[in-house]
């Protein structure tokens, strides 16, 4: 079929995002509902996939494989995180939002940004006219995709139970995936966009490298913005004067999965810089938490 409004699908891409997000945006002013708020994010990245494979036609193993893989993610984590809000009722990020449309109308633009940013590598794999043969760059991001998507997925079902249990009412959660990483389920959704990139790398010329963005911007949204910052602060406030708190805290890694033993012993130089155990983490502790 070929190419619609540009051969790189960025503007059809950012218009069907733009409308697909508005649609929900509406719903949500109206109603009041913010039940579907993290399902429209992830079926969006389906929906990218889907259109940008389908309109290109061409159908190479490659823009195959790494559809698929952003179906299979976008399938996983939409439903999860669906069943979830269904489960535990109002989004409490909300909470300030519902009641004013110019903080939700910049949640939902940002929801746009996210979404068109991280699928750049899909969206140019998919919009590409090259096709060299298979690459061990392909097998290494596959690979990181695999490693990442059932990190993201344990680390989200053991956190699930653990706070389904009446036993940890008042804890946080350290079992499982969770005494190894404070955030393993970032870490895991981190790796396999990473690795996504990595399988695109083969078809990449030029000013296609820029779709480095997406990983990238996903990475500081996480580390800096809407994801380990916010729980780390809600983390902070419930349990900051709870010294066992402090002492996980102290000897757990932020992001990446080590064992405590190792991370608990490591220079705090080295713990900000390469394991990214940034001071931000600890601003909400009454005394603070040393590194």
Known sequence: MGTVIDSHFLALTAIVTVGYQFFFFVITALLKFDKVTDFAGSTNFIILAVLTLVVKGSYYFRQVVLSLLVIV?????GLFLLMRILQWGEDRRFDEMRSNLGKLAVFWIFQAVWVWTVILPVTIVNASNRDP???AADVIGWVMWFIGILIEATADQQKLSFK????SRGKWCNVGLWKYSRHPNYFGEILLWWGIFVAATPILEGADWLVILGPIFLTLLLLFLSGIPLLEESGNK??????EYRAYKNTTSPLIPLPTSVYGNLPSGFKTIVLFEFPLYNRS???GVSN
């Open 73 to 77: 993610w976008g399938l996983r984590l």
């Open 133 to 135: 043969s298979l690459k």
């Open 164 to 167: 389904n249990s009446p036993d």
């Open 238 to 243: 419930k349990f900051g004067n709870v010294p």
């Open 285 to 287: 502790l009454a005394d």
